[in-house]
């Protein structure tokens, strides 16, 4: 059974940092990309990021790039989520989520964990 | 980017009724679409991928169709698990957008 745990979240202050991670079991995770989905309180779900199989290439969403900073441990088989410069609009819940086998829907999700922002 | 819109943003229905929840993509897409379930306070499951193939455990009564830039999700006979929001997502380029969601309430 696929499973991804997601952990991390808390209170930050503006500015701030933080690292979300996200632990898989339950399949090859070499061969699948994983990506970061957020979702902030009472809105839709915003794509983040997404790192491809071997970390080959890796995206942003134009509102996270440049302050996050997505990375994967195949020993581990996690993935990272860094967030520096945090700002009240990233307050959300962020959801780790693994794609299809070879296109970029996002098949399984983690149960999510919520990021405030806020002084 | 290619912008996702949905309609209707709301749907009141009743147990039993059919349902249809469209989603336009802003430029063609070919079947490059996912839709999703989401319940209160639940992550997003995966129901449909490539416009219309269901994910396995999902019930028959929901469907997906459409390619370019239409497409449409059907629920045949709204069961009470059903009552929840509904996302498209395009997956056709970066960056990857869903739509504002659906949410289909009780009448």
Known sequence: EVQLVDSGGGLVKPGGSLRLSCAASGFTFNDYSMSWVRQAPGRGLEWVSLVTTGSNYIYYADSVKGRFTISRDPAKKSVYLQMNSLRAEDTAVYYCARTGRVAEYFQHWGQGTLVTVSS | ?107
Request: glycine share 10%.
């Open chain 2, 1 to 107: 980017d290619i912008q996702m819109t949905q309609s209707p943003s709301t749907l009141s229905a009743s147990v039993g009724d059919g349902v249809t929840i469209t989603c336009r993509a802003s430029q063609r897409i070919s079947t490059w679409l996912a839709w999703y379930q989401q319940r209160p306070g639940k992550a997003p499951k995966l129901l449909i991928s490539q416009a219309g193939s269901l994910e396995s455990g999902v019930p028959a009564r929901f469907s997906g169709s459409g390619s370019g830039t239409e497409f449409t999700l059907t629920i045949s006979s709204l069961q009470s698990d059903d009552f929840a929001t509904y996302y498209c997502q395009q997956y056709k380029t970066y960056p990857w957008t869903f739509g504002q969601g659906t949410k289909v309430e009780i009448k």
